[in-house]
């Protein structure tokens, strides 16, 4: 891809380079961001610098529309494939395939005798003494030291301050990292998921690709216990998505629930599937109980085209390896809210951590590190004003932490929330630092100042 693209901006390249080319650019990205879809009109507008025939107009797709990208994606597409067809049309005998012919599964899952062979859901001690560093295909398993919440017991938002032994792991990191951790599903979850689909947790079983072009999935150890890929692998509290309707369509043996599954895959149903599964963000294990005639239909070996990976999530290191060499600590709000469902909502990883009590006994959190995007200045003489709301000044906490123990001066804090009792992160130690003349702290707490203004308008 970079090769193209290198290529495709020399400017040495003819204007008529592709006059014998056609074209038809799709763009997927945000709206919400300033540069919305820019590599797809940059693309578009140079194809058409270089002489090719536009057979469409400019795609756009937006995740912030209601209906997500595929409100752009599917007349684009309509048009796109009629028109390819009516262009280069398929040889004699043979045809499209129709909406409902069932692939082939990714997998086959063939399952062993003996279940005591496969990868348990125990603590999580896999590459513990590799000497390779930590990566997605070989996380760290750190130790979680200690998890302390930082608002008031009487605050709505739980948000906690953890720490993680990265003893001996290799990892090295500074201000601006992030960490990357991977969740898990609760255990309910995982229970209910194997009742659902007649599955013994501690069945053993390897996977096979049923195309030699398609690699099996790193992440999962071979032979594996179906506990160990339905809690650590698949996606099963996540929002499905439309894909996941159409697949699930085709294995329908009721009529009722086949008609309503075939509506949400369908470019005309796409309201009612964001009022069904988008608004009230219901879970993929919510969707096959609600359609649990179909989820009986399901073969087992569907299982990975039906349900994505579990994806994990991104931590900004609120701590510095010159302060903390033997520690990683990062500030996560819990995530939990309501909905019209009657069961709350949960994030799939902050609530898993916020779950865990080292005190109890050893907890293992797989992680790694990588590069973050935020950028503090090598000038030991350079100052740093930071602002850092809430959860934000994580990344600013590393920043402060660094370049104290490297005796640095001029930091300067700028911090807001809503409360100085209720959620003042970090307070004592940041005082601290200013008493000592290493900070500079300026604060803002929104609520406080509410009612010091209510007080003063009833005098």
């Known amino acids: 891809m970079k090769k193209f ?8 390249l003819p204007a008529a380079s592709l006059s014998l080319v056609n074209s038809a650019v799709l763009g997927l990205g945000d709206s919400s961001y300033p540069k919305f879809n820019f590599i ?4 578009n507008k140079r194809l058409m610098q270089l002489g090719s025939k536009n057979l469409l107009p400019l795609g756009l797709g937006d995740d912030q529309h209601d209906l997500g990208p595929d409100a752009v994606i599917d007349p684009w597409l309509k048009d796109f494939w009629a028109l390819a067809l009516r262009i280069y049309p398929l040889p004699p005998g043979l045809a499209v395939l129709g909406d409902h012919v069932i692939l082939p599964s990714k997998y086959s899952l063939q399952f062993e005798r003996d279940a005591s062979n496969g990868s348990a859901v125990g603590p999580y001690v896999t590459n513990k003494h590799s000497t390779c560093p930590p990566s997605s295909l070989q996380p760290f398993p750190a130790r979680m030291v200690t998890i302390e919440r930082v608002t008031d017991e009487s605050h709505f938002q739980d948000v906690r301050l953890i720490t993680f032994d990265v003893t001996d792991s290799g990892i090295q990191y500074s201000a601006g990292d992030v960490v990357m951790i991977e969740p898990r599903n609760p255990a309910d979850s995982v229970d209910q998921f194997c009742q659902l689909f007649h599955l013994d947790p501690h069945k053993t079983f390897t996977l096979k690709p049923n195309d030699p072009a398609t ?3 790193a992440r999962l150890p071979q032979p594996c216990t179906v506990q160990y890929l339905v809690e650590r692998y698949l996606d099963i509290n996540a929002v499905p998505r439309r894909s996941f309707f159409q697949l699930l369509s085709c294995f329908s043996t009721d009529e009722m ?4 599954l075939q509506e949400f895959s369908s470019a005309e ?23 649990s005639r179909t989820t009986a239909a399901v073969p087992v070996d569907y299982l990975f085209d039906l349900i994505p990976e579990i994806r994990p999530r991104a931590f900004s290191i609120a701590s510095s ?4 060499p033997k520690h990683i600590q990062i500030l996560m709000a819990v995530v939990q809210y309501k909905t019209k469902l009657k069961k709350p909502r949960c994030g799939l990883c902050s609530c898993w951590l916020a779950a865990q009590s080292p005190e109890k006994g050893d907890v293992y959190v797989p992680l790694w590190v990588k590069k973050g995007l935020l950028q503090f200045p090598a000038d030991i003489d350079t100052p740093v004003i930071m602002v850092g709301p809430g959860t934000g000044v994580a990344p600013f906490r590393a920043a402060i932490q660094e370049r104290v123990a490297s005796g640095r001066k ?21 005082e601290d630092l200013q008493q000592r003349g290493c900070l500079t702290l300026y604060t803002a ?6 009612c010091q203004d209510d007080a003063n308008a009833g005098h």
């Open 5 to 12: 693209w290198r290529f495709i901006f020399r400017r040495n």
């Open 40 to 43: 797809a009109k940059k693309l």
């Open 215 to 217: 690699p099996a999935p």
């Open 257 to 260: 629930e086949q008609e309503k």
């Open 269 to 291: 149903g796409q309201e009612e599937l964001y009022s069904y599964c988008n608004r009230l963000r219901r879970t993929t294990l919510e969707v096959l109980f609600d359609f």
């Open 321 to 324: 390896q010159l302060a903390q």
């Open 410 to 430: 001029g930091n300067y804090l700028f911090f807001g929330c809503r409360g100085k009792t209720k959620d003042f992160f970090c307070g004592a130690e940041w």
């Open 445 to 450: 707490f929104s609520r406080d100042q509410q």
